[in-house]
């Protein structure tokens, strides 16, 4: 195996460590709850959370990071949504990781983000 071989093993690895990360604080995963009914305003979030804007930037910043939301400017305003892309990426992740490596070798990896 030549070491551009492993590279997109490593970065996959990378990317399940930033996915995991986002998902390790109790902020974060609150966000996540919200953006369950739908789409959110960011002024919205930050009136249910009861955080300063600094904060609540911060937080939704690693959950795009991560993939796991998405934003859309409207005029003056962004709105939030979760990414089903990412949740479903999570979940197909930690499935993963129950299974013997015998029944398969290896985490999933995507070829693009």
Do not use: N
């Not at 070491?3 to 460590?17: D, G, I, K, L, Q």
């Not at 986002?22 to 959370?49: F, H, K, N, T, W």
């Amino acid at each position: 195996m030549t070491a551009s071989a492993a590279v997109p093993a490593w970065t996959a690895f990378e990317r399940h460590a930033r996915l995991f990360h986002a998902l390790s604080d109790p902020r974060r995963l609150r966000i996540i709850d919200l953006l369950r009914g739908g789409e959110r305003c960011v002024c919205d979030l930050q009136a249910d959370l009861a955080c300063a804007q600094s904060l609540l930037s911060f937080h939704l910043k690693a959950l795009r990071d991560a993939g796991l939301v998405t934003a859309r400017k409207d005029g003056r305003w962004i709105y939030y949504a979760l990414a089903l892309g990412g949740l479903h990426h999570v979940e197909e992740v930690a499935s993963t990781l129950g299974r013997p490596k015998s029944a398969l070798r290896r985490l999933p990896i995507r070829c693009c983000g």
